[in-house]
């Protein structure tokens, strides 16, 4: 499937408390309780910046480990490669490995959830009039590009590893609701309603056998991704038709 990076980590800063002042600013040349400025909480200010660094160092932590994996499964299979052996070259703890995943096989899922959530994302932003597997599809069309480098390091990682049935049933298990909700909200069904359960779970394995196709023959991504849905949505029929009437048009 396809790009953005995330990542992790932990860390605080202190908060600043002035004893000297109760947390109000008196404004210059005024006079009275009328003069006092709004209370400045600097406790609160510390604690969204102290979150704020928490979060991007998490999400460094967990890049450094994704893209020392993709290195290492790229050179022989992912079975052969130990856990120990991606934290060492991420430069983390076996333990902090664990706080971001809790196995390898995970690590392959993260581009497919992150083009999953794209997907839903687009697929619910596309034209009122399109069914809903239509907007799946064309949302698919619109976000898969050009293969960069990152892709094609992800590529060869999983021509080494998609022998693998544990990391295809992963990704399905994880892409799959996330399909299934943006399915379900174009049709204006309950996303455990039979269609959009099964156009979602379905959507999710086509883009798994699509993306491994790719990784074993190469060329197109996009092909071979919509090859698969296109396949798969003359079987599966456009759907439900959408409640044009009750949707937002799309700025």
């Known amino acids: 499937m396809t790009p953005p990076v995330n990542a992790g980590g932990h860390g605080r800063t202190r908060p600043v408390d002035d004893p000297s002042d109760d947390g109000r600013t008196r404004a210059a040349g005024d006079a009275g309780d009328e003069g006092w400025a709004r209370p400045v909480d600097e406790a609160a200010g510390n604690g969204r910046l102290s979150a704020t660094l928490a979060v991007r160092r998490r999400a460094m932590a967990a890049d450094l480990i994704e893209q020392a994996a993709l290195e290492l499964f790229t050179t022989r299979p992912m079975d052969e490669v130990t856990v120990e052996q991606i934290a060492s070259a991420a430069g983390v703890s076996v333990r902090s490995f664990y706080r971001y995943y809790p196995g390898k096989e995970m690590i392959l899922t993260a581009l497919p959830v992150r083009l999953a959530t794209a997907i839903a994302e687009e697929t619910a932003r596309r034209p009122p009039g399109e069914a809903p597997f239509a907007a799946l599809r064309n949302a698919v069309d619109a976000l898969t590009g050009e293969t960069n480098d990152y892709l094609r390091r992800w590529q060869r990682a999983m021509a080494h590893s998609y022998g693998n049935e544990r990391v295809q049933q992963l990704v399905v298990t994880v892409t799959s609701p996330m399909l299934t909700e943006a399915l379900a909200g174009r049709a204006g069904l309950a996303a455990d309603d039979l ?46 038709a959408p409640d044009v009437t009750g949707m937002p048009s799309r700025a």
């Open 195 to 240: 269609w959009p359960e099964l156009a979602g779970i379905s959507a999710a394995t086509a883009l798994v056998v699509g993306s491994r196709r790719w990784a074993a023959r190469r060329g197109s991504l996009r092909t071979h991704l919509l090859d698969a849905l296109d396949l798969l949505g003359r079987g599966l029929g456009p759907g439900p």
